[in-house]
């Protein structure tokens, strides 16, 4: 048998659609958990809007010319992010998806990437292990928390939706808190009109690209993260991704209501620094 590799087009997208919903679903169903994808048609939702978004690059293998898996490369920031990566259950454990990760590693480190991020289902060892083996290591146990934003208000938090001019500042914040900004991916979401910022005595202290699987969020402090939660009009994408060494953002969405859906992790392979301030990663870091 035959393993081509090969960038991913439009006309992909049922195809690989059609693989992550049942290659995720395989996994959690094997371990109780909810689908990563609640239907195959927002799967392909999915990979539709992966396919057709120039700041990500794609990588579909082909076996005996039909398609078997696919893994893409968010290329929208300094730091490239992996994911969704999915192989065919019936040729899972092959080296398909060594293959399929290879093939976005080599892709980052040609295109100058400072470092590469993933986000995995912490109950997966198959995956676990083949990133570790690849070189990533584990930086953060997150929580997937899911349910409705608390209805509170901060006093002297007040949240916005985002503007260009914002643009500016927000990256500058997620330089000082992350070491590196995140203006492809805000950029995204200025766009879609999903960005929101926080501002605290007369400056913004906080940003969110969404409170979803797929958005990220950083704050100076616990309190600007608070206040972008609980102004969020819903969670979307099936919960967002809470560091859950943050013991006191973590109880106070446990206290709020929030419900736990699975433990992640986070891994990096290249530049990494220790978030200095609050942040909720997206699942493509
Ligand atoms: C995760 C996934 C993409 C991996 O693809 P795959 O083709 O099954 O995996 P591969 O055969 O290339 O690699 C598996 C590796 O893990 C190793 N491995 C698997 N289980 C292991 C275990 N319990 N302990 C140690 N090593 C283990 C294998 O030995 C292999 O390592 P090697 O490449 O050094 O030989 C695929 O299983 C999949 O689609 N899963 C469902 C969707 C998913 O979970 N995506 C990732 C979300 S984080």
Redesign the pocket.
């Known amino acids: 048998m035959k393993l081509k590799l090969r960038p991913g087009t439009r006309e992909d997208a049922a195809a690989c659609g059609v693989i992550d919903f049942e290659?995720?679903k395989?996994?959690s169903s094997q371990h109780n958990f909810p689908w990563d994808f609640p239907s195959v048609e927002a799967a392909i939702a999915t990979t539709t809007a992966l396919l057709s978004n120039p700041g990500f690059y794609s990588v579909v293998a082909e076996l005996d010319g039909k398609i078997v898996?696919s893994n893409f490369l968010d290329e929208r920031n300094p730091i490239s992010g992996v994911?969704?990566?999915?192989?065919d259950?019936s040729?899972?454990?092959?080296?398909?998806?060594?293959?399929?990760?290879l093939a976005v590693m080599e892709r980052s480190a040609r295109r100058g990437f400072a470092g590469i991020r993933?986000?995995?289902?912490g109950y997966?060892?198959?995956?676990l292990?083949?990133y570790t083996?690849l070189g990533f290591d584990t930086r953060e146990p997150l929580s997937k928390m899911r349910g409705t934003p608390p209805s509170l208000k901060f006093a002297g938090y007040e949240v916005r939706p985002a503007t260009e001019a914002d643009l500016g500042p927000c990256n500058e914040l997620c330089r000082r808190i992350h070491g590196h900004d995140r203006g492809g991916e805000l950029g995204d979401a200025l766009k879609q009109a999903r960005a929101r910022v926080v501002e605290h005595l007369g400056r913004i202290t906080g940003y969110a690209t969404g409170i979803a699987f797929f958005a990220h969020a950083i704050g100076e402090t616990k309190n600007d993260i608070k206040a972008l939660i609980a102004a969020a009009p819903e969670i979307g994408g099936g919960g967002f991704l809470l560091p859950t060494r943050n013991s006191e953002l973590f109880r106070w969405c446990l206290q709020n209501g929030l419900r736990l859906d699975q433990q992640m992790t986070l891994m990096t392979i290249g530049l990494y620094n220790e978030p200095a301030g609050a942040y909720l990663p997206s699942v493509l870091y």
């Open positions: 290659a995720f395989s996994i898996g994911g969704p990566i999915s192989v259950p040729v899972q454990n092959q080296t398909i998806g060594r293959q399929l990760m993933l986000v995995q289902s997966h060892n198959r995956s292990c083949l083996k």
